[in-house]
């Protein structure tokens, strides 16, 4: 059964500081794995999506990637805003279990001003 | 891009009623819906997969007569709590996909039971 973990749960940094956050995955056999952003309260937000063939996506100040045979994945954000602040969620999806996303628990940024 | 809307995005409803939300695909046609789940301060649990036109598949632990799910139409799925009590209260999730493997989530659903 996949697993997918994250750490760290929460991170406080002042604004400015490039911050990883870390997502870990048990099974390698992954389709893509994608970056969410969740505001309190809101839906999901697509950062990144990562095939498993590729290494890295980049967006803007985001960088997200990707070592499969190891079971993980970073998301860099350069020169942190106050903005930022959200809940990043992981996710990994497998083709073979009908496009099923399985998510982690999440990191809680908070981006001090 | 892809968009997804819920309705309501709020409600608050008495023990024992049911409850109706809708997950609508605005701009694409959505063969595949997802329903989610997700309590507070933790993640989303996939609750079940519907395709459109058939019986929806739901995961382990999930009661069917409980949460109804009907995805008759490309751009419509709902999911109905039905006789619902205050465990059941949470944020849903629906999401969407079409030609493109991506999923796109909608803004949520708060239910609160009182």
């Known amino acids: 059964k996949q697993e997918v973990t994250q750490i760290p749960a929460a991170l406080s940094v002042p604004e400015g500081e490039n911050l990883v956050l870390n997502c870990s995955f048990t099974?390698?056999?992954?389709?893509?794995l994608q970056w969410f952003r969740q505001d309190p309260g809101k839906g999901l937000t697509s950062l990144l999506l990562?095939?498993?063939?590729?290494r890295e996506q980049t967006s803007g100040r985001l960088n997200a990637s990707l070592d499969k045979s190891s079971g993980r994945s970073t998301l860099y954000i350069a020169a942190s805003q106050p903005g930022d602040s959200a809940t990043y969620l992981c996710?990994?999806?497998?083709?073979?279990?009908?496009?099923?996303?399985?998510f982690g628990a999440g990191t809680i940024l908070r981006v001090k001003s | 891009g892809a968009v997804v809307s819920q309705h309501p995005s709020r409600v608050i409803c008495k023990s024992g009623t049911s409850v109706k939300i809708e997950c609508r695909s605005l701009?694409?046609?959505?063969?595949?819906m997802f329903w989610y789940r997700q309590f507070p301060k933790q993640s989303l649990m996939l609750m079940a997969t519907?395709?459109?036109?058939?019986?929806?598949?739901?995961e382990q632990g999930v009661e069917k007569d409980k949460f109804l799910i009907n995805h008759a139409s490309l751009t419509l799925s709902t999911l109905t709590v039905t006789s619902a009590h205050p465990e059941d209260s949470s944020f849903y999730i629906c999401?969407?996909?079409?030609?493109?493997?991506?999923?796109?989530f909608g803004p949520g659903t708060r239910l609160t039971v009182l």
């Open positions: 519907s395709n459109e036109g058939s019986k929806a598949t739901y």
């Open positions: 099974d390698s056999a992954i389709y893509n």
């Open positions: 996710a990994v999806r497998r083709k073979e279990y009908g496009n099923k996303l399985v």
């Open positions: 999401s969407a996909t079409g030609l493109v493997v991506e999923q796109f």
């Open positions: 990562i095939q498993s063939s590729q």
């Open positions: 701009d694409f046609q959505a063969t595949t």
